[in-house]
């Protein structure tokens, strides 16, 4: 453990802080995503907060078992170490630039007039959530094929099917009671006639 300390680099420290944002912003946008469509008479603001959230939570739940084994296997050794590191590296090369493109348009969203956040969700978001799937899979194979080695594409694997879990997670957990009419209170009393 003592070895890897000493040849930890701040481009090490880097990779992971740059990783990490990746994956928070795919578990954001994710339940935020699960959110969608909850109720026309919401605050549609602080329910989106609500969805990033339930989404991060989602995701630190899903991920924390696959985490204990990258940490067990990565810090065995200083090789070990610099294989997650390659894989990370590899990996980050397509995942940074469609995060960046999702933050930017997700600020963009957020600052701008219902009008121009309706486009962007429908323009942007809604092309980013076809290729998600693509997108974080390729990043996978990227990683495994920097290093070829078994351990790291099983982990790889592992964590790349835990974050495609967060949407359906997080949908499931807004949607596993339906409103129901009684829900909504009596009806309002007819006008005289």
């Not at 964590?159 to 949407?167: F, K, N, R, S, T």
């Amino acid at each position: 453990m003592r070895e890897i300390i000493d040849a930890f680099a701040w481009t090490d420290v880097l990779g992971l802080a740059l990783l990490a944002i990746v994956v928070l912003q795919h578990a954001g946008t994710a339940g935020i995503r699960a959110c969608m469509g909850r109720d026309g008479r919401t605050r549609h603001r602080a329910i989106e907060i609500q969805g990033a959230l339930r989404g991060t939570l989602a995701l630190a739940v899903l991920l924390t078992p696959v985490a204990i084994v990258w940490a067990l296997d990565a810090f065995s050794s200083p090789e070990r170490f610099a294989l997650y590191m390659r894989a990370n590296e590899a990996m980050l090369t397509l995942w940074i630039p469609i995060t960046v493109i999702a933050l930017v348009s997700f600020l963009v969203a957020r600052v701008s007039p219902w009008q121009v956040r309706s486009n962007v969700n429908s323009m942007v978001f809604s092309v980013l959530e076809l290729a998600r799937p693509a997108v974080a899979l390729a990043g996978m194979a990227l990683g495994v094929l920097a290093t070829r080695d078994l351990r790291v594409a099983i982990v790889a694997t592992f964590a790349v099917l835990m974050g495609m879990l967060v949407y359906p997670l997080t949908r499931r957990w807004w949607y596993d009671r339906p409103v129901t009419l009684e829900d909504l209170g009596p009806a309002p009393a007819s006008a005289p006639q």
